[in-house]
């Protein structure tokens, strides 16, 4: 059977409670939706002197657009991102990603931060939100801080947040009108990680590419990784430039052979769906 | 810890270690036995449960998260009225085999249908794909949702 260790539980009542908190602890550990955090304290994979329930926050709740940018609090539940009302084309990208989150139950219970902190690669959100240029913004004792979410990564499971940091909110400008975007995962069993999940927006103004970000997650890559496509920008694309951004996204393939595949279908399958998310996205051009 | 909570519209108080599952304290210091405890891991829907009116998996959730909520479980999921659209059109149509799935079903299956009237059956498949059923093969539980749909309220 599976049962957590024994463990002491405090639910602050606000940021700054919390951050006194985990700076009081010698081995703290956060939760807020608890649906990774409690199964791994159920795997008995941590023995945290206190665990700290953030997920009822005020000051970590609500969804807002102001001045053409998203403000998206940490403890903000996948199904909030869903039933929301916004529609453009940066926020339609997030909730189709959203909506690739588990299952209904689960979408019910974790949240946004969760899914970005976590740094499990086939997470849902973070190749979205890479696409969408996210700003995170961290907060701890000392003040806050704004790291770019390309930059939040180091390692499978692994993020530069420091011990003693709570990530408060997710930013980032709605692309707006002219955008399309493309969400795809590709997994072999529901509810397994993905093997691979890519997202993309693109503006093509005539025939030249204004704009293209692709980013790919999955378990054929190590972090959730945005493929460099500055150097599109004003090119009539064509199979030569497809071809190129292909080739980009399978040079970040973390091809092990391992459950999810064998290394050299990861790499197919990391060029299919950068294929298809490139096509959907730039369009009629080609 | 002391925790509150309001389960099947009837107010519990009481003290709880703070590793005490959400699961195993309805089943066990509740003793309501009709949510279920399959995977563990969040993966089956055995044990799902409304907490403050939508579902949840029970097994992934400290009782102490629940603080302060509303939780309907399988024994109060029909608000008095014997067996709600759902549980009715399941029976009839002998939908279930061992019926181990079946609380968690008719918990996603029922506050599913409260939100969507006409739904198809691409909808419902997606509605319980959280609720994994290991004897059906899924057909007859899916017909089952959309029979009951078609059902007046
Ligand atoms: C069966 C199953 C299937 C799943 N399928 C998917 C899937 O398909 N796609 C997907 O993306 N995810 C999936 N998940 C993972 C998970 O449910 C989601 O990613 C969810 O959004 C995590 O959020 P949470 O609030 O539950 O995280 P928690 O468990 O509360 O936290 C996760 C981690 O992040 C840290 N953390 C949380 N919030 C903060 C914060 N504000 N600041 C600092 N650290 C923080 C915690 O300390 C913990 O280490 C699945 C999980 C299970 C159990
Ligand atoms: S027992 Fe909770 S999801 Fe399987
Ligand atoms: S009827 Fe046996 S698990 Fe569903």
Request: one cysteine or more; glycine letters at 10%; proline letters at 4%.
């Amino acid at each position: 059977m599976l049962y957590p260790p024994q463990i002491n539980y405090e639910r602050p009542e606000s940021i700054s409670e919390a951050l006194s908190l985990l700076n009081e602890h010698s081995r703290p550990f956060l939760i807020a939706g608890g649906t990774i955090g409690v199964l791994n304290l159920k795997r008995r994979a941590l023995s945290p002197d206190l665990v700290i329930d953030i997920g009822r926050l005020k000051e970590l709740k609500g969804i807002d657009f102001r001045d053409e940018k998203y403000r998206i609090g940490s403890a903000v539940k996948i199904y909030e991102i869903i039933d929301s009302e916004f529609n453009g084309p940066g926020f339609s990208l997030l909730k189709k990603a959203a909506s690739s989150v588990g299952d209904p139950l689960l979408r019910n219970m974790g949240t946004v931060g969760g899914n970005v902190c976590i740094g499990d690669p086939s997470n849902d959100l973070p190749p979205a939100l890479l696409a969408l240029g996210a700003e995170l913004n961290i907060v701890g004792k000392a003040g806050s801080r704004n790291l770019n979410i390309s930059s939040f990564y180091i390692g499978p499971y692994r993020n530069l947040l420091a011990k003693n940091e709570i990530l408060g909110s997710i930013n980032f400008a709605e692309p707006g009108k002219g955008y399309r975007w493309f969400y795809y995962k590709h997994y072999i069993r529901h509810l397994d990680h993905s093997v691979v999940n890519v997202a993309a927006l693109a503006k093509v103004e005539g025939k030249k590419i204004d704009d293209l970000r692709i980013a790919i997650g999955g378990m054929s890559v190590r972090v959730p990784t945005l493929i460099e496509t500055s150097w599109i920008k004003g090119i009539t694309a064509g199979q030569e430039e497809l071809q190129r951004v292909v080739k980009l996204a399978s040079e970040k393939c973390l091809c092990l052979d391992d459950r999810h595949g064998s290394a050299e279908y990861k790499k197919n399958m990391i060029e299919k769906v950068t294929q298809m998310a490139f096509l959907s996205v730039v369009g009629g051009v080609l | 810890m002391k925790i509150k909570l309001n389960v099947n519209s009837e107010d519990y108080t009481g003290d709880v270690e703070p590793r005490l599952l959400l699961v195993d304290f309805l089943r066990d210091t509740l003793g309501l036995t009709g949510t279920h405890v399959g995977c563990e891991t969040g993966s089956c829907g055995s044990c799902t449960v409304l907490l403050d009116g939508r579902p949840v998996k029970s097994c992934l959730m400290l009782a102490a998260q629940a603080d302060g909520s509303r939780i309907i479980t399988i024994e109060g999921i029909s608000k008095g009225e014997g067996m709600n659209r759902v549980q009715k059109s399941i029976s009839e149509s002998k939908a279930l085999q061992c019926g181990f799935c079946a609380s968690g079903i008719v918990i996603a299956a029922t506050w599913f249908l409260e939100r969507n009237e006409n739904p198809n059956e691409s909808d419902v498949r997606e509605a319980l794909s959280g609720n994994i059923c290991r004897c059906t093969g899924y057909q007859p539980i899916v017909d089952a949702v959309l029979n009951a749909s078609k059902e007046v309220k």
